[in-house]
C-alpha cells in the first residue's frame, strides 16, 4: 500500500542547470498537486494535473517552469536554469477525485541551489 | 486579504492545556475545509476534515463558522507529541485547495 512517492529527497543543482522532480501518485489515485514551500513559509499551489492533462496551472511561474504527468509513468515538475530563488520543498499530493477531496502528500523533494 | 489566513504564533503552552487556533476565509462560498498537521520539514499530513456541524476526533475538536468565515481547532490535554505546524486548508474556490501558512504550536514540559 505505497503511499505518495517523491524523488529524488534531495536535490542539489547548480545555477543555471535543470532540475526534474519525480511523483508517483497513490495507487487509484488520477489527481496529481505539486506544491512548493519556502522557507518559513506555507505551501503555495502551483499545478494541478490529470492524466495526460494540466487542469490548473495558475501558479506555476510564467517561465522555466512546466510539468506533466504522463499516460505511463509518474509526474514530472521541471525548472529549467535554476536560479537561488528556486531553493525550497517541493511537494507532491494526490486524491482520488477532485478539489474537495483529501489530499495525500508525498515526502517532498528539497531542492537547494549553489 | 489573504485567501486564508492564520496566526503564525508560536503559541507555547504547558503539557494539559487547552489550546485553540482559528483561520479566516475570504470565500463565503468555499464549501470544503481541513486542518493539516506538518511536522518540521516533513510533509502535511490530515488531521481531520471540517464539518458544518463541528466535529471531534479525541482530544481534537473542529469548528466552522460559515456566518463570521472562520474555523477552528481546539485541542485538549496537549501532549508533547502535539507540537507542530498546524495549516488551515479551504477550498477557495480553485481547483486545489489552499493552505494557510500555519500556526506553531509548542508543548513544553
Known amino acids: 500500500n505505497a503511499g505518495v512517492m517523491q524523488n529524488p529527497r534531495h536535490l542539489v543543482r547548480r545555477r543555471g542547470q535543470e532540475a526534474r522532480l519525480r511523483c508517483s501518485p497513490m495507487?487509484?489515485?488520477?489527481?496529481v498537486y505539486w506544491y512548493r514551500q519556502l522557507p518559513e513559509e506555507g505551501l503555495k499551489f502551483m499545478v494541478y494535473l490529470q492524466k495526460e492533462n494540466i487542469i490548473d496551472e495558475s501558479g506555476m511561474p510564467k517561465e522555466r517552469f512546466s510539468a506533466e504527468f504522463p499516460k505511463e509513468g509518474p509526474s514530472i515538475l521541471r525548472i529549467q536554469q535554476v536560479v537561488r530563488g528556486d531553493s525550497a520543498a517541493y511537494f507532491c499530493?494526490?486524491?482520488?477525485?477532485?478539489?474537495?477531496?483529501?489530499?495525500?502528500f508525498g515526502s517532498g523533494t528539497q531542492l537547494s541551489v549553489l | 486579504r489573504k485567501e486564508v489566513e492564520q496566526d503564525p504564533g508560536p503559541f507555547n503552552v504547558p503539557e494539559g492545556a487547552t489550546v485553540a487556533f482559528n483561520c479566516t476565509y475570504s470565500?463565503?462560498?468555499?464549501?470544503?475545509f481541513f486542518w493539516y498537521r506538518q511536522d518540521c520539514r516533513k510533509e502535511p499530513k490530515l488531521l481531520m476534515s471540517v464539518y458544518s456541524s463541528g466535529n471531534e476526533d479525541g482530544r481534537f475538536t473542529a469548528q466552522l463558522n460559515r456566518a463570521s468565515q472562520y474555523i477552528s481547532l481546539l485541542i485538549r490535554d496537549s501532549k508533547l507529541s502535539d507540537s507542530a505546524t498546524y495549516l488551515c486548508?479551504?477550498?477557495?474556490?480553485?481547483?486545489?485547495?489552499?493552505f494557510g501558512s500555519g500556526t506553531r504550536l509548542q508543548v513544553q514540559p
Open positions: 495507487k487509484g489515485h488520477s489527481h
Open positions: 486548508v479551504v477550498n477557495t474556490g480553485r481547483r486545489a485547495l489552499t
Open positions: 470565500n463565503s462560498a468555499s464549501q470544503s
Open positions: 499530493a494526490s486524491s482520488p477525485g477532485g478539489v474537495d477531496e483529501k489530499l495525500f
